[in-house]
């Protein structure tokens, strides 16, 4: 049994031509990575690291962190983003970056412990068992190396914002991009992540303000957070 939800898959997999038009569906994931990327680089410089990107999409957060110098590998298992992300390197000529369509429990008990960083970001939240896809990436990770994780907080101020507001008022999201039974309190990522025998590091959160229709980092996780994670050496 392969731990992915087809519906969810072929979601991605119809939108995916639209994934690096900065005004798409996509928009909210090209204006969060600047933040997200910045964040990752400043707790694990990139440059020179070998990591992998858990559930990459088109390729928005692999791309960027080739581009910082790293040796990127993007996985994910909807064929249509995967080929997008690739296209894109190309054409935008990104260096020492990498696709390839593998389960992330697949890819850990071939190349466990080879990674000096493992991302996997607003992803967790369309899989059906997020604990084994956090086990996996645990193991995939170096012993010393980093583990970062984003996903949606589940509470009503969550609902609010990130269901009712993002795909419905504002419709910066498509209607059922996400399902609020699959998001994840921090503390049960983070228990996920202590049972896969991560050490925590510190959390952010993601805030979007409508007025501005801007982003920012702080440390409000009542909605999109991040959660950094090391394997001890
Ligand atoms: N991580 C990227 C894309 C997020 S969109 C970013 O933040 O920019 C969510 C992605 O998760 C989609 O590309 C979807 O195909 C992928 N996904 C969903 N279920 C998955 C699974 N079980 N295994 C791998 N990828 C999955």
Same mark, same amino acid.
């Given at each position: 049994m392969i731990n992915a939800d087809p519906q969810e898959l072929a979601k991605f997999g119809e939108l995916a031509h639209r994934w690096?038009?900065? =005004?798409? #569906?996509?928009k909210p994931l090209h204006q969060i990575n600047p933040l997200r990327l910045a964040w990752i680089d400043g707790l694990c410089?990139?440059?020179g690291l070998t990591v992998l990107d858990v559930g990459? !999409?088109? !390729?928005i957060l692999t791309d960027s962190m080739a581009r910082k110098g790293a040796n990127a590998l993007g996985i994910d298992l909807s064929t249509k983003p995967l080929k997008v992300a690739q296209l894109h390197a190309m054409e935008a000529g990104t260096a020492n970056v990498d696709y390839r369509e593998i389960a992330v429990e697949a890819l850990a008990a071939e190349r466990p412990a080879s990674f000096d960083a493992v991302t996997c970001m #607003? $992803?967790? =939240?369309?899989?059906?068992?997020p604990a084994s896809v956090v086990r996996a990436c645990a193991e995939l990770v170096k012993p010393g190396g980093w583990v970062f994780f984003s996903t949606l907080n589940r509470n009503l101020k969550s609902f609010l914002f990130?269901?009712? !507001?993002?795909?419905?008022?504002?419709? $910066?999201?498509?209607? !059922?991009?996400? #399902?609020?039974?699959r998001f994840l309190k921090p503390a049960e990522l983070a228990a996920f992540a202590r049972e896969a025998g991560l050490e925590l590091h510190s959390a952010k959160g993601l805030g979007y303000n409508p007025l501005t229709q801007r982003y920012s980092l702080n440390s409000?996780?009542?909605v999109n957070y991040m959660i950094a994670c090391r394997r001890p050496a």
């Open positions: 690096w038009d900065p =005004e798409s #569906e996509f410089p990139l440059a990459c !999409g088109g !390729g #607003e $992803m967790l =939240e369309h899989v059906p068992d990130a269901i009712v !507001g993002a795909e419905y008022v504002l419709k $910066m999201l498509p209607a !059922g991009t996400h #399902e609020y039974a409000d996780t009542d």
